[in-house]
């Protein structure tokens, strides 16, 4: 704006003084000086008018630069919030995956330490298996008895099927009357 009237002033002093022109004649007599303050006045309109319309154009790229460096400032805002937030991401994750290597760790120990027991556990069966076998000398009487429980056995695996077999018998029955009762 401060351009705009300068150029208005320096255009008006320009029009309202009287300077020697073209149009003046070498012996200091001149001619009509309307005419030539009227195409003055015009080309300082004119070049008013383009002062104006290149003031506008300056006014709008000015506003349309404020507007894109805010733009700017707001993504570099939402770009540095996205980074840092990735980064807090990415060490939550660093240390979930450094707690389940450690658990991992934990349970592998465990599993070979469990694996380790069984196996001694096994071997100490299988020897005990061997050391403890009895065998126990047969006598006359050993004989006699061993051969008494298994004719017992025997007798015991016939009463055993023969009250099975009344068992059955006395569920057909009663399914029997209950299907007479009705």
């Given at each position: 704006e401060k351009i705009l009237s300068k150029t208005k002033e320096?255009?008006?002093?320009?029009l309202f003084?009287?300077?020697p022109t073209s149009s003046q004649q070498l012996d200091g007599s001149s001619e009509d000086t309307a005419s030539t303050s009227l195409i003055l006045l015009k080309s300082v309109e004119a070049a008013s008018s383009e002062n104006s319309d290149l003031f506008n154009s300056v006014c709008k790229a000015n506003s349309?630069?404020?507007?894109?460096?805010a733009k700017v400032l707001i993504s570099e805002q939402i770009s540095g919030e996205c980074a840092r937030k990735e980064e807090e991401i990415l060490g939550e994750l660093d240390e979930q995956i450094n707690?389940?290597?450690y658990l991992l760790e934990k349970k592998v120990n465990r599993t070979n330490l469990l694996n380790a027991k069984s196996r001694d556990l096994e071997d100490h069966h299988a020897k005990m298996n061997r050391?403890?076998?009895l065998l126990l000398q047969l006598s006359p009487d050993n004989l006699k008895i061993l051969m008494e429980m298994e004719k017992l056995k025997e007798k015991?695996?016939?009463?055993?099927q023969e009250l099975q077999f009344c068992e059955m018998q006395k569920g057909k029955l009663r399914t029997y009357a209950e299907d007479l009762e009705e």
């Open positions: 320096v255009l008006n002093e320009l003084t009287k300077t349309l630069r404020d507007t894109i460096d707690d389940l290597k050391e403890c076998t015991l695996l016939i009463k055993s």
